[in-house]
């Protein structure tokens, strides 16, 4: 084993990443499986089925930039995913809407999702998984300290 195995399973960051890449393979499979994209599958899932999301709200409920949602939303109403609808309650911002296909849709990849989160908590102890929770959720936290240190001692420099 070289430095690179010993030092990598000591690494948080490592083995997030390792456990995503694994899941995000599976859930591409499965995407491409049934003509859609993981990105398309995930941003379905953070859609409300029924009265539609403001779009201002869909990118942080996926906790990504809101750049990056507009071109995956672009192409799932090209695809007839979504559609635009105006808000009745503020007129100043559109809903995004699951039609009758991302309604569908949305259901298979909810299923996915489910079936893979069973089939983690089958395999687990229930303290485990309690662990698991109260150690993920620091993380953002962790994350946004380390980057603001980080941020204070560039200008330092």
């Known amino acids: ?10 690494i948080i960051v490592h083995n997030i990443r390792s456990a995503w890449f694994e899941m995000s393979r599976m859930f591409n499979k499965i995407a491409k499986a049934n003509n859609i994209t993981l990105s398309v599958g995930l941003t379905l899932i953070a859609i409300y089925e029924e009265e539609g999301t403001p779009v201002t709200k869909i990118a942080p409920r996926m906790g990504m930039e809101a750049n990056s949602l ?39 990849s909810m299923r996915s999702v489910f079936r893979l989160n069973n089939a983690i908590l089958k395999d687990l102890d229930p303290i485990k998984v309690k662990h698991f ?3 993920i959720n620091s993380v953002p936290k962790s994350t946004s300290n380390m980057l603001n240190e980080m941020l204070e001692e560039i200008k330092r420099r």
């Open 133 to 135: 929770y109260e150690v």
């Open 70 to 108: 507009s071109r995956i939303l672009k192409s799932m109403g090209k695809d007839g995913f979504i559609e635009r609808v105006p808000n009745l309650i503020d007129k100043r911002s559109v809903l995004v809407k699951l039609t009758e296909k991302g309604q569908n849709m949305r259901k298979v």
């Open 1 to 10: 084993m070289d430095d690179y195995e010993i030092y990598a399973e000591q």
